[in-house]
């Protein structure tokens, strides 16, 4: 079972790491597979437990910061092989609640696709149609997935092409329709055709990739909706102190800027309410290291601009590290420390937030992404005045520290990718 877990720990340090697009992309491996996060806490008003971000278009450093509870797993296997060629049907559940309680948690339908594999044609491609996750690396550090592709759609991945491999897929986003019940007639509707083009793992240095990938939206329904696009180029190098680097530099415009759907995430359809004047731009890079067995460290910078007509320009940056020192096998103990920063679009004082952790953990391993990971945790945060309300407002527990400038909390939690 250790073997196994290590072997596991492992895939997942190279997705989260090294940012791997292809390995995010949806190459779910037969058997089962999921990843599950729940813990609880208290904060230092004697009040429920407390997370600190600025919401908005941010995303907040996670460890000992998690005030909700979420579970996803599922099974994938082979059912038919004619001639050579291999179907695979993948299946996965998911539950989220924003709290500690799974008790009355909703459960949805994460993925539900089928996939063949071995079609001479495709040049070792594979065809697909169905909902699923479609590239979503992440800067783990913050959650947050720089490119998200999900949904259901249909598309061949990983066609060989030159020196890389192309791949294009076609969704159907937010595909609902607001009906009078009265007349039938549809008084509104955010349908969009979104299509995904990807070229990625092109050799430009030594143990360095390029991926390039664009989004282009095309909105359904009333004439007032609005089309968009993104454009997203990652810079992956490996082998970097026992881990990796991604650079990457996005933009996105009206819809494809993401604004409107899942914060920070670019990739999918945003509002299509959203004309050509509303734009973002996005520049990181995500280092993950594991110099030595016991030994890892994560550290993160990130500037994100986001500008419309109605509402002005806003400038989010970012700053964090996260180390991890293991004092035994199974022992290791987590340092985070994260600083936010964003303008106001009408000219006053910017909103400043950082939070430390220091975060104590039983593990299945040294490394930085070694999981199954059980936690305790304290966390402090400390922000200026013309943050509180968005630290408030961001809290799923509510206005927990009213109009004070800090806080802490301290609970535990349990992380693992399986």
């Known amino acids: 079972m250790q073997q196994l877990l290590k072997k596991l720990s492992m895939a997942a340090a190279l997705t989260l790491a090294f940012g791997s697009a292809h390995a995010d992309a949806g190459i779910d491996t037969p058997g089962f597979h999921g990843y599950a996060r729940v813990g609880a806490g208290t904060s230092s008003t004697h009040g429920p437990q407390s997370c600190f ?12 910061n998690e005030c909700d509870s979420y579970l996803e797993g599922g099974y994938t296997g082979d059912f038919a092989t004619v001639e050579g060629v291999t179907y695979t049907g993948t299946v996965w559940f998911a539950a989220y609640k924003p709290n500690s309680n799974f008790g009355d948690a909703n459960v949805e339908v994460a993925k539900a696709y089928v996939e063949a594999k071995g079609i001479d044609f495709l040049k070792g491609g594979t065809a697909w149609v169905g909902k699923r996750y479609y590239m979503r690396p992440d800067i783990h550090m913050l959650d947050l997935q720089y490119i998200n592709l999900n949904g259901t759609g249909a598309g061949i991945n990983r066609v060989a092409l030159g020196p890389g491999h192309a791949s294009y ?32 793992d092109i050799p430009v240095n030594l143990n360095g990739t390029l991926d390039v990938v664009a989004t282009v939206i095309t909105a359904q329904g009333k004439a007032d909706r609005h089309d968009g696009w993104q454009v997203s180029l990652f810079h992956r190098q490996a082998k970097v102190m026992g881990g990796g680097n991604t650079f990457g530099v996005q933009y996105g415009v009206g819809p494809g800027s993401g604004i409107g759907v899942g914060n920070a995430r670019m990739g999918s359809s945003g509002s299509t309410l959203s004309g050509s004047d509303v734009k973002r731009f996005r520049v990181f890079n995500d280092l993950a290291i594991q110099p030595m067995t016991n030994f890892g460290m994560e550290l993160v910078a990130l500037a994100q601009r986001d500008e419309s007509d109605a509402g002005g320009s806003s400038t989010w940056t970012t700053l964090g590290v996260r180390p991890v020192y293991a004092l035994h096998k199974n022992f290791k103990v987590a340092l985070e420390l994260g600083t936010d920063r964003v303008t106001s679009p009408n000219g006053g004082p910017a909103k400043r937030l950082t939070k430390i ?10 490394g930085l992404f070694d999981r199954p990971e059980l936690r305790l945790y304290v966390s402090y ?5 013309a943050a509180t309300a968005s630290v408030n407002a961001a809290n799923n527990s509510g206005p927990v520290y009213n109009n004070n400038t800090s806080g802490a909390s301290a609970g535990f939690q349990v992380e693992t990718w399986f």
């Not at 076609?170 to 549809?186: E, L, S």
């Open 357 to 366: 952790t220091l975060a104590p953990s039983i593990s299945a391993g040294p």
């Open 53 to 64: 971000g600025l919401g908005g278009n941010t995303m907040k450093y996670r460890l000992g």
């Open 381 to 385: 945060g400390k922000w200026n005045d």
């Open 169 to 200: 897929a076609f969704f159907k986003d937010n595909d609902a329709n607001d009906i009078d019940p009265n007349t039938g007639v549809v008084t509104n509707t955010s349908a969009a055709i979104r299509q995904n083009f990807i070229y990625e």
